[in-house]
């Protein structure tokens, strides 16, 4: 079936009209229709370090149950989650549900297999330990107290000691 419009986040979706393949099983169950399978698709972005287009296959479980009109069940209805319905003429609108799978399964900032990814793996291992900032003597009561915290003692024990 076409990918519907806004199926992604910002920097990463499936676009519109692209195919997303269906594969699914509708069981007839006593609270509605259960419909369950895997939905998949290509999500197309941008890289979140260096711009770069990002392509990503996604595939994703779906289990959804959809109720019939007044036979919502009571441990369902009783919880915060939207209870989907079956429609006039015996339908079910899969959309929603395929929304919700395919986002919640994108990458919140997607990378490449690029420079960029190369250059950050590089970079992190080669970072020299961080100096120690010389502390502002503003401050230097409290570096004080910290010092002493380090020590083991507290600082009532400190104040008792002196």
Known sequence: MPAPA???IAVIG???G???VLDL?????????????TVSGRAVGECSRCLTPVEQ???VDVQELFAYPGKTPAEVA??????REVAPGE???????????IVLELPFQPECDGPCQQDYEIGVSEQA???????DPRWAALQDLLGDQRSGDTPSETREKS
């Open 91 to 101: 339908l079910v609108d899969l959309e929603p549900a395929v929304r919700d799978a």
């Open 14 to 16: 499936v676009p519109e």
């Open 78 to 83: 009783d919880d915060e989650d939207e209870v």
């Open 57 to 59: 296959d996604v595939v």
């Open 25 to 37: 099983r509708m069981e007839a169950v006593m609270e509605g229709v259960l419909v369950s399978g």
């Open 6 to 8: 806004e199926l992604g």
């Open 129 to 135: 330990p961080l100096a120690e900032e010389p502390a």
């Open 18 to 20: 692209s195919d997303l």
